[in-house]
């Protein structure tokens, strides 16, 4: 691991956390706790087998990470975050808060995962009517669909469909995602193709949260 050799926080928090893929790893044990191999690779399109093996090798020697044999039936190796690897979130959080500005401009390139959601749903929404009955939202994009739950106010998602959900919305990622982080409003996403089905009026009860850092 090469070092800045800068007697500075931020330097030697770098030294850590600073290379290429360390923070994506870190995000992708963040959304999914405990993780195969496998997982993270399906989480990380694009990185090399090696390289993600050298990143969780740094990663544990900082400390960050942890390795657990997980019995049968899953019988193989399982990734965790420990407290100092933990300790990123609210890091990840605000740089996820300051790259939103350029999630608008899409490549036409970019690979999603639905499990990415978890995002802007934790950072964006939240319940403006804590005391109305649950609502669930199925967002189809990405690589399978999710469900955005909306009860007592609280705003949670999940991976997976519902028998009978609320609202459905089906679409490329930068148009689903615009909906739910308040960059487009759903008229102008029908217009982008954005599809849905059931009561658009469940959007009104989602209600965007304003950013600490964005006034």
Same mark, same amino acid.
């Given at each position: ?46 990185? /090399? ?5 050298? #990143? $969780? ?6 400390? &960050? +990470?942890?390795?657990?044999? @997980? *019995? ?78 909306? /009860? ?5 998602? #999940? $991976? ?6 609320? &609202? +459905?919305?089906?679409?490329? @990622? *930068? ?41």
């Amino acid at each position: 691991m090469r070092s800045y050799n800068q007697y500075c926080a931020v330097a030697k928090a770098l030294d850590v956390v600073g290379d290429r893929w360390t923070l994506l790893i870190v995000r992708e044990l963040l959304l999914r706790g405990g993780s195969r191999y496998t997982d993270l690779q399906h989480g990380l399109p694009g990185i /090399a087998t090696n390289l993600l093996g050298a #990143r $969780l090798k740094e990663l544990e020697d900082g400390g &960050l +990470v942890r390795r657990e044999s @997980a *019995p049968p039936p899953v019988a193989t190796t399982l990734y965790h975050l420990t407290d100092a690897g933990r300790d990123l979130q609210p890091v990840l959080a605000a740089l996820g808060r300051w790259g939103a500005r350029f999630m608008p401009e899409p490549t036409g390139e970019e690979v999603f995962r639905s499990h990415w959601l978890a995002f802007p749903v934790s950072e964006f929404l939240r319940d403006g009517e804590p005391e109305g009955p649950p609502v669930t939202i199925e967002v189809r994009t990405g690589d399978q669909p999710a469900l955005i739950e909306v /009860a007592g106010g609280e705003v949670t998602t #999940r $991976l997976g469909t519902a028998p009978s959900p609320d &609202l +459905v919305l089906e679409g490329d @990622a *930068p148009t689903v995602v615009g909906v739910l982080s308040g960059m487009l409003s759903l008229a102008e996403a029908r217009r982008l193709g954005l599809r849905t089905e059931g009561s658009a009026a469940v959007m009104r009860r989602v209600r965007y949260r304003v950013p600490a850092d964005a006034s």
